[in-house]
């Protein structure tokens, strides 16, 4: 079975400061996605990147930056000089082509990172 | 830009009633899900859509139907709610497959069971 783990519950940190999430995942499939979504206060959950796991490159966007390492089945992200803006809940999920007509997405619990100005 | 809207930001309905949750998308998605989120849990999938009055379960269907009659609405009913269903939902669509397309998500519904 897909498995999901975001170990860090909450993070805080102080403005301008580096962070990075966690996201440790399991799988027996050779072929996945991964995914990482943001939710801020207001509710609704933003997509941010896809990964699949033929693509071991690192991605960076800006400040973000996604680090995906198949070895230790890890997909880790970083904000680098943490803005308030950042303070969300974020989320790193695990898709893998199921029998039927659509595969199964699994979530993580969720990271609330808190940037404190 | 895709955009999801939850028909209520906030419902308080009583133990026994019947709540109607709903969910329209503009862009024509194939796919419509249907999670709740809870602290501590995170996202659970109740249900989701492939197509027009097509639907299958997820990992916690049970006390919920949904209804697809037009490709663009998403309906979740809870059938007699009860307080252990009070919760934020939360509603999504995509394009083609849910194994590499990203979800993108309206603003939430959170509901009380009183």
């Known amino acids: 079975a897909q498995k999901v783990t975001q170990a860090q519950t909450e993070i805080s940190v102080v403005e301008k400061e580096d962070v990075t999430l966690d996201c440790v995942y399991e799988t027996r499939d050779t072929t996945y996605y991964l995914f990482w979504y943001k939710q801020p206060p207001s509710g609704e959950l933003v997509f941010l990147i896809r990964?699949?796991?033929?693509?071991?490159q690192n991605e960076i966007s800006g400040r973000y930056s996604w680090n995906f390492q198949k070895s230790t089945s890890s997909f880790n992200f970083t904000i680098t000089a943490s803005q308030v803006v950042d303070s969300a809940v974020y989320f790193c999920a695990l898709s893998e082509r199921g029998a039927g007509a659509n595969s199964k997405l699994t979530f993580g619990k969720g990271i609330t990172l808190s940037v404190r100005p | 830009d895709v955009k999801v809207t939850q028909s209520s930001r906030y419902l308080v309905k009583r133990t026994g009633e019947k709540v109607f949750l709903e969910c329209v998308q503009d862009?024509?998605?194939?796919?419509m899900f249907w999670y709740r989120q809870d602290p501590g849990l995170g996202l659970r999938l109740i249900y989701f859509?492939?197509?027009?009055?097509?639907?299958e379960k997820g990992d916690i269907p049970e006390g919920y139907s949904v209804s697809r009659e037009k490709k663009e609405r998403f309906s979740l009913i809870l059938e007699s709610a009860s307080t252990n269903q009070t919760s934020m939902y939360l509603c999504?669509?995509?394009?083609?497959?849910?194994?590499?397309?990203?979800?993108?998500f309206g603003n939430g519904t959170r509901l009380t069971v009183t």
């Open positions: 859509s492939y197509d027009v009055k097509m639907k």
């Open positions: 999504a669509s995509s394009e083609g497959q849910v194994y590499n397309s990203p979800l993108h």
């Open positions: 862009m024509d998605h194939e796919n």
């Open positions: 990964r699949n796991s033929f693509d071991e």
